[in-house]
């Protein structure tokens, strides 16, 4: 399944005029507040029609503008998660999911078990939406989407009206959401922790533009693209596996690079992992250093360096089969001769990574 998007519309002082392919899998908008990316889901939706360009899911024809086709929003089988879950507060939690199969075609779709399962309601079906909790809500909200059998799954900041700890709770149903299932999704967020946690296919967003579009791993891992990504929450994510649970309450991994130290990552072994690292947190040697605290110590080779305009540098840096980045000042550049084909060590300090930045890969 596969998402081509070609839309340009004027809203009056503000215009959109985008352009992007979205694979199966989960395809992340980001962008600043005010970028377009909600205008863009509400097209795909069928909640506005664009002056002009086209909207196709594989061979289906949503919306051409020249052929003067705009399939109403009932019948392109989508299913939509807004910021909030907008749930029946007069249906209980099964009545609300099964709602959502009175749209749903009279085809084989998703199983109402699994879903439930998947989803981790199944000891909510009796509750009203007014006994749940906003990361429950939103799961129910979920299920309902999916009971639709959808062809696509939108996704407005679902994690947006959450607090921090409803986040991380509702995060690792979404990764199974990606793994377990075959409906795409367009996943609308200004998260970065989301988005590299998350995403498959990244479109980066600005003024109403695409700036940038592609594999969510080279355009994290792209020093061209820490200016609309963000400099404090720019990074890239390296993959490893769970090879151990020590006795001190360290979990160690392994990475391509070589051994990883992380707090306790409730994860069985063997389990594969993906680790987002952010460029502030990696600190750079061009030898291996001895006598620090930090455990984490990857031997990289530069690939790329970003100087900015100010006093800093962005550094990407192959370490094993991934790419990271650091964030450095341009004197310590300078200092250490950091050029493509430098080798160097990467300096990683355990605690440094969140618990919210460790992600499963399936």
């Not at 360009?53 to 086709?69: K, P, S, W």
């Not at 550049?333 to 618990?355: H, R, T, Y």
Request: proline share 6%.
């Amino acid at each position: 399944m596969s998402l081509s998007v070609r839309i340009a519309h004027s809203f009056g002082a503000f215009s959109l005029d985008v352009e992007f392919e979205a694979p199966s899998g989960v395809t992340a908008l980001f962008g600043r507040s005010g970028s377009g990316k909600t205008s863009v889901v509400n097209a795909v939706a069928g909640l506005f029609k664009p002056e002009s360009g086209h909207i196709f899911l594989n061979e289906t024809v949503l919306y051409d503008a020249d052929r003067r086709i705009s399939v109403p929003v009932h019948q392109r089988r989508l299913g939509y998660v807004f910021q909030e879950g907008r749930l029946f507060p007069h249906m209980s939690v099964r009545q609300n999911l099964l709602y959502g199969r009175w749209f749903a075609p009279r085809t084989p779709g998703a199983d109402f078990d699994h879903v439930v399962g998947m989803l981790g309601i199944d000891g909510l079906l009796a509750r009203r939406p007014g006994a749940l909790s906003g990361g429950e809500k939103q799961r129910v909200a979920i299920g309902r989407a999916l009971l639709a059998n959808p062809r696509l799954l939108l996704m407005d900041e679902p994690l947006a009206a959450l607090d921090e700890e409803r986040k991380a709770e509702i995060l690792p149903y979404l990764e199974r959401l990606r793994e377990e299932t075959a409906v795409p999704v367009l996943y609308v967020s200004h998260s970065m922790a989301e988005v590299a946690r998350l995403a498959t296919t990244l479109v980066l967003m600005e003024n109403g533009r695409v700036i940038r579009a592609g594999p969510a791993s080279e355009v994290l891992s792209d020093p061209e693209n820490v200016p609309a990504l963000g400099v404090r929450s720019a990074g890239a994510s390296l993959h490893a596996i769970v090879a151990a649970q020590e006795e001190d309450g360290l979990t160690r991994l392994e990475a391509s690079a070589g051994p990883l130290f992380l707090p306790k990552v409730d994860a069985g072994i063997g389990s594969r992992l993906s680790i987002r690292i952010l460029a502030q947190d990696v600190i750079l040697s061009r030898t291996r250093p001895e006598g620090l605290s930090a455990l984490n110590i990857l031997p990289a080779t530069v690939t790329a360096v970003r100087l900015g305009d100010g006093p800093g540098a962005i550094i990407q840096l192959k370490a094993g089969q991934d790419l990271l980045l650091a964030r450095i000042t341009r004197r310590s550049a300078q200092a250490l001769e950091l050029a493509p084909g430098a080798e160097c060590f990467a300096i990683i300090k355990s605690v440094a990574v969140a618990q919210s930045d460790v992600g499963g890969v399936g």
